[in-house]
């Protein structure tokens, strides 16, 4: 006999042949009183759960932040309190628009989503690549994911649709040129940054307010690759994104990003030139200079990926005390929509899995529903307010309040002095040398030929010719050059 343990049914009885079906005789049909066979085929059956709408291709690592500066005069947050203390993190990258089966090495936005294990309850700061994104009202987000992800017919994407949705979005120029220029395919995801994008609010001890950008800069430096090297390595092998942070950090190889913030105090927000809370923009570092704050060291795979990685369930909304949102119209959206997603993906009860299961306590009168499994805290009593010793609110908010005036209603976006949809892409455009224009050029101009509608192209192009003329005219001579 051989010392390992007894094969059993879901339910622990003994498994006598895992090899051979029950059947009426040698040659004869199968018997349905067969529980091993029927419930491995039912359970097989059962094994997929929704893939996330959006950012479904992912991979995740653990690790800490380490806070190697003081920024107490800016947050009360517990785990950013002092010089040396470490937090456990978890950190899910992504690709945006392709489903599960798609490849890693692709033009894309990718997710940079933390969680943050802290003292007083989870903070998920879930972020991107890039400091900036295509929209500025979250009711557009499904509009702009439908335009991005597979054709309802042909069931690939589209450059028509793609294009159609950005010609008609003056907004996503900015990001547009981010996309299509050299960072728009990280060769990795260690050689990428990452950022909160959204602009938060910190809060101190004393009830002192500032709106703060998150920043984490890569530490093994930024590498990219160009369309063609991309295409060879996504044909080539499709997890190489994947693949990559697996075997770094096996061997040891922790990758690590330096974290910094820009703080900008509230009251200089109504002033500023650019709203503070349109996603479309940046604070430049002139304005805002970054601030230190910490090292994020990714050192531990997870065990088991559809456990940690397809579980795991990341919230805008899941804040700690000191830290909060902005009235950034496209985060208030998402503050609804991550915490819908995983009632639907994972259930009522995903809190409890245990990648997004807090370190810190967590106690209040939420029960049943469908798998619970921590015995629904007994008979503790299940509502509040009540005499029983039950947990019973603070009284504290985690941030401070800000004033809002105004009539209620649809509105447009809030213009500053020197905000338009055009400004920045044209910064951007203007700090790239001639050859990375001619890369970002040619990036645009091969998606732009492809469409079929001329007045989509026409439309596009305006939006080049708004952010600098040179780039219009650049963009316009390609594409004519590519469809002859
Ligand atoms: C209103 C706009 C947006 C909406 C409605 C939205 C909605 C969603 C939804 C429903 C998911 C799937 C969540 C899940 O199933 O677990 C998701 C994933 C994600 N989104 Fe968004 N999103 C928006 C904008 C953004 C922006 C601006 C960013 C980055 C700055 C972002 C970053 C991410 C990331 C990183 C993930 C993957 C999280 C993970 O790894 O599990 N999203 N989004």
């Not at 690790?63 to 920024?71: N, P, R, S």
């Not at 530490?219 to 090297?229: A, N, P, V, Y």
């Not at 306590?361 to 009593?381: E, L, Q």
């Amino acid at each position: 006999m051989t010392s390992r343990p007894i094969l059993t049914t879901e339910s622990g009885a003994p498994v006598a042949d895992n090899q051979n079906s029950a059947s009426a005789g040698p040659g004869g049909p199968l018997l349905i009183q067969d529980q091993q066979l029927i419930e491995k085929l039912a359970r097989f059956n059962r094994e997929r759960i929704p893939e996330r709408v959006v950012h479904a291709r992912g991979a995740g690592a653990y690790g800490y932040l380490e806070v190697t500066d003081d920024v107490t005069s800016y947050t009360h947050a517990a785990f950013l309190s002092e010089v040396g203390k470490r937090t456990e993190v978890f950190l899910r990258f992504s690709t945006v628009a392709d489903s599960l089966g798609g490849a890693d090495a692709v033009r894309d936005p990718r997710g940079f989503a933390v969680k943050f294990y802290t003292e007083e309850g989870n903070y998920d700061l879930v972020g991107n690549n890039t400091p900036v994104f295509f929209i500025k009202d979250p009711l557009k987000f499904p509009d702009f994911i439908h335009s991005q992800k597979r054709d309802p017919f042909t069931g690939v994407q589209e450059p028509d649709n793609v294009w159609d949705f950005w010609s008609h979005s003056p907004e996503a120029t900015h990001q547009v040129t981010w996309l299509m220029g050299d960072r728009g395919i990280p060769a990795s995801y260690r050689h990428m940054d990452g950022f909160g994008s959204h602009t938060y609010l910190w809060v101190n001890a004393e009830g002192r307010a500032h709106w703060v950008k998150y920043h984490f800069k890569t530490d093994q430096g930024i590498r990219c690759l160009t369309s063609e090297e991309a295409q060879e390595l996504a044909g080539r092998d499709a997890n190489s994104h994947q693949q990559d942070l697996h075997r770094a950090i096996e061997r040891g190889m922790f990758p690590s990003w330096t974290m910094y913030v820009q703080l900008m105090p509230v009251e200089d927000a109504a002033a500023y030139r650019f709203n503070p809370f349109d996603l479309t923009k940046v604070w430049p570092h002139a304005d805002h200079p970054r601030v230190r704050v910490g090292r994020l060291v990714l050192n531990r795979n997870p065990e088991n990926i559809f456990a940690e990685v397809e579980q795991a369930a990341f919230s805008p909304n899941n804040f700690v005390p000191g830290i909060g949102p902005s009235p950034d119209k496209m985060l208030q959206g998402r503050l609804f929509a991550y915490g819908d997603a995983h009632r639907y993906r994972l259930g009522v009860n995903h809190t409890q899995l245990p990648v997004n299961a807090p370190h810190a306590a967590a106690d209040n009168y939420g029960r049943d529903g469908a798998m619970r499994f921590d015995g629904n805290r007994g008979r503790a009593k299940n509502y509040e307010p009540n005499s029983f010793g039950g947990p019973a609110e603070t009284g504290r908010p985690l941030a401070t309040g800000y004033e809002v005036a105004g009539l209620v209603g649809t509105h447009e976006p809030v213009a500053h002095r020197e905000d338009d949809d055009f400004v920045q892409a044209g910064n951007l455009y203007r700090l790239m040398d001639p050859a990375a224009q001619a890369r970002l050029v040619a990036n645009i101009a091969g998606g732009l030929a492809k469409v079929s509608d001329d007045a989509i192209v026409e439309r596009a192009i305006g939006h080049f010719h708004a952010a600098d003329p040179a780039y219009g005219h650049q963009v316009e001579t390609a594409v004519k050059e590519l469809r002859g």
